[in-house]
């Protein structure tokens, strides 16, 4: 759609321009102009960083990364271009690591940005005057994308209402300037979601996440009790019994890289040496056992006390404690695989 200037009984056309052609640079404007006014591609949200790098490992930035009054993350990425480029793929990457965050650390990345910006300023009060009641508890729980840039290409389009039917929070700003007698205008514009029927997608999200938690009364809650040759345990939730019955089968001498043949999925983390805590795991280069690929370790997805970790081969593993309705599946696998093992197990309802 183009922008008309109403002027003396009659529509001017005010001309359309780029921000390449304009000479408006990503970092050098953009990004310090949103930053100070980041409710024009997102209201209510808290700027806490820029230019974001602190992962161990990894030399990536986000541009700028806010948090909501509930305490959700936001990561912004920002680009001039009118295609977007591949910002969808890199603002996915960036909430996945920033969804490691915790309150803590939160803290102290917004005060690294207020001893830089508002020397003076105490960041945890801040914080907490910015956030809800309680909500400093569910700090990253959730994280959501705002991609910014001078248009979007239907690649960008088209992966962006595919994240958001998988319940991702993602969506587009469109900056689009104007020039008219020497005079810039910006024009800030949400495209997806589209404002208008935001409420009613949120609405609708919300009936589909209260049937879920209907589904949930219905879930199977059977415990099993494993037997093997040191006795039988206690009745034990499906996600322990499956890590009695993988520590087992290591204390036989097989190696997790092994036992990762059975699942389809990756379902042992490895790092290099014999390591004794969560935070020792959480500081080394972390693999995929299956892939051999890094990974940004997520602690809530696996079994990591100190008693839980698995030690083979001079090094430490981490095995997954998300297990659903295929359980009996894996175990009936793992026994077929490994007839000799004397493992069996007992369901409990």
């Not at 956030?131 to 729980?141: H, K, M, R």
């Not at 960008?156 to 595919?162: N, Q």
């Not at 699942?263 to 969560?278: D, H, I, T």
Request: charged share 30%; aromatic share 8%; glycine share 8%.
């Amino acid at each position: 759609m183009a922008l008309y200037k109403f002027d003396a009984g009659e529509l001017r056309r005010v001309e359309r321009r780029t921000m390449t052609d304009l000479k408006i640079r990503e970092r050098g404007d953009l990004q310090p102009l949103l930053m100070h006014q980041i409710d024009v591609v997102s209201p209510g949200t808290l700027v806490i960083s820029e230019e974001f790098s602190g992962w161990i490992g990894s030399l990536r930035r986000i541009d700028l990364l806010g948090i909501d009054p509930d305490g959700t993350l936001v990561v912004f990425e920002l680009k001039r271009t009118e295609d977007g480029g591949h910002m969808d793929l890199q603002g996915i990457r960036y909430a996945a690591m920033a969804s490691l965050l915790s309150f803590k650390e939160v803290v102290g990345v917004y005060a690294a940005h207020l001893a830089k910006h508002q020397p003076g300023e105490e960041a945890e009060s801040l914080l907490r005057e910015h956030l809800e009641p309680g909500s400093d508890a569910e700090v990253a729980a959730k994280v959501r994308i705002v991609l910014v840039s001078g248009d979007f290409g239907p690649e960008i389009t088209t992966t962006v209402l595919w994240l958001r039917a998988c319940s991702l929070d993602i969506r587009c700003v469109r900056l689009v300037p104007y020039e008219d007698g020497g005079s810039i205008y910006l024009d800030a514009q949400q495209i997806i979601p589209i404002p208008e029927v935001a409420d009613y997608l949120l609405k609708l999200r919300e009936k589909e996440e209260r049937n879920e938690v209907a589904r949930q009364g219905e879930r199977d809650f059977t415990r099993f009790i494993v037997c093997h040759s040191g006795g039988r345990t206690v009745p034990l939730p499906k996600r322990r019994a499956m890590l009695e019955i993988i520590r087992t089968l290591v204390s036989q001498g097989h190696s997790p890289d092994e036992l990762q043949q059975v699942f389809q999925m990756n379902r042992f983390l490895v790092a290099e040496g014999m390591l004794q805590s969560e935070e020792e795991f959480a500081g080394k280069r972390v693999l995929t056992v299956r892939d051999d690929l890094p990974v940004a370790f997520n602690s809530r997805r696996y079994f990591t006390s100190e008693d839980q970790l698995i030690h083979f081969g001079g090094k430490t593993y981490v095995f997954s404690n998300q297990w659903g309705s295929k359980t009996r599946d894996a175990m009936k696998r793992i026994f077929d695989r490994y007839p000799q093992s004397g493992i069996t197990v007992e369901e409990v309802s």
